[in-house]
């Protein structure tokens, strides 16, 4: 099984619709989303899944973005109560936090009694010891993040999977990518546990409404499986011009796309043919104006597609 950690802005959110029939096939992707603003911007997503019969874990405790006070904490969950009700679309998931108390995840396990969920552990706070004796015999799957020694949550839980959320993204600047680098050995290889990531975005909480800065150079990334090897890599397509300001960030992509679609001329079915593939293609072959967050959602989709045919 596989793990994405995803935030619940637009282009993570309309990736994961986009992917909801792919997923819901013999389900073996499941997203994990943390909400960075109001139930009703993840109404469509909730429908989707339900429509399609597949299954995401949700965080039920959000604390970021624009749910930063009590209040708006208060009201996501009351407004999100009808989805996180439904035990075949949402497994819910609580994020501890350093402040987080024995108390709070007890609390947790009652309010969600008798049905899956999960712990993410992003950072340091109460010890592996303290919420393995809080859980108990319940199988709780557990999140580690990267400031998370996962061995030591495996040895003080025998009985749960523990599965790492592995930031596979190290570079942060698009004109230092090479032209491919690894992303997983064989996802086939991690077991019944699974294996967990950020997928496609840093592990760094996003910025919400900070805007960002003039894009010099534009890359697309996208997954695919070496035949023999069977390894998940990632190739990167970066534009021709890169400085920033010019030319405008939707012809950049454009570049990106073209080399894209040449390499997948050159490798006849290196890329499947996702919806976020044929989209990229067909922005490329209307000459469309498209912007980096339409960009992302598609590289995205191409990702969980790419994943889920491949287990």
């Given at each position: 099984m596989y793990f994405p950690y995803l935030y619940g802005r637009r282009a993570e959110r309309n990736a994961l619709i986009d992917a909801a029939p792919s997923i819901s096939v013999n389900q073996s992707v499941y997203p994990i989303v943390e909400p960075y603003s109001p139930a009703s911007d993840l109404v469509a997503l909730f429908e989707a899944y339900q429509v399609q019969g597949a299954?995401?874990?949700?965080?039920?405790?959000?604390?970021?973005?624009?749910?930063?006070?009590?209040?708006?904490?208060?009201?996501?969950v009351s407004d999100a109560s009808k989805y996180l009700a439904i035990p075949s679309l949402v497994t819910p998931a609580f994020h501890v936090f350093e402040s987080t108390t024995v108390s709070d995840?007890?609390?947790?396990?009652?309010?969600?009694?008798?049905?899956?969920s999960a712990l993410v552990i992003l950072q340091r706070g109460l010890t592996p010891a303290a919420i393995a004796k809080v859980l108990g015999s319940r199988p709780v799957r557990i999140f580690t993040g990267p400031q998370i020694a996962e061995a030591d949550y495996i040895a003080a839980m025998s009985a749960q999977y523990v599965v790492p959320l592995v930031p596979r993204f190290?570079?942060?600047?698009?004109?230092?990518?090479?032209?491919?680098?690894?992303?997983?050995?064989?996802?086939?290889?991690?077991?019944?546990?699974?294996?967990?990531?950020?997928?496609?975005?840093?592990?760094?909480?996003?910025?919400?409404?900070?805007?960002?800065?003039?894009?010099?150079?534009?890359a697309v990334h996208m997954t695919f499986q070496d035949p023999a090897s069977k390894e998940l890599k990632v190739q990167h397509f970066l534009s021709d011009d890169q400085e920033q300001y010019t030319p405008p960030v939707s012809l950049k992509l454009l570049q990106s796309i073209q080399h894209m679609v040449d390499q997948q001329a050159a490798t006849p079915n290196r890329f499947f043919k996702s919806p976020g593939y044929?989209?990229?293609?067909?922005?490329?072959?209307?000459?469309?104006k498209t912007s980096l967050e339409k960009s992302k959602q598609q590289q995205i989709n191409h990702h969980l597609y790419t994943i889920a045919q491949c287990l």
């Open positions: 299954k995401l874990f949700m965080i039920v405790n959000p604390s970021r973005g624009k749910l930063i006070t009590p209040q708006q904490q208060t009201t996501w995840i007890s609390n947790f396990l009652k309010q969600y009694s008798g049905r899956e190290s570079v942060k600047v698009n004109a230092d990518y090479p032209a491919q680098s690894s992303y997983s050995p064989d996802p086939k290889s991690f077991g019944p546990g699974g294996f967990g990531d950020f997928a496609i975005i840093d592990a760094t909480p996003p910025r919400v409404g900070t805007g960002g800065g003039a894009a010099g150079a534009v044929t989209n990229l293609e067909m922005y490329l072959t209307l000459s469309k």
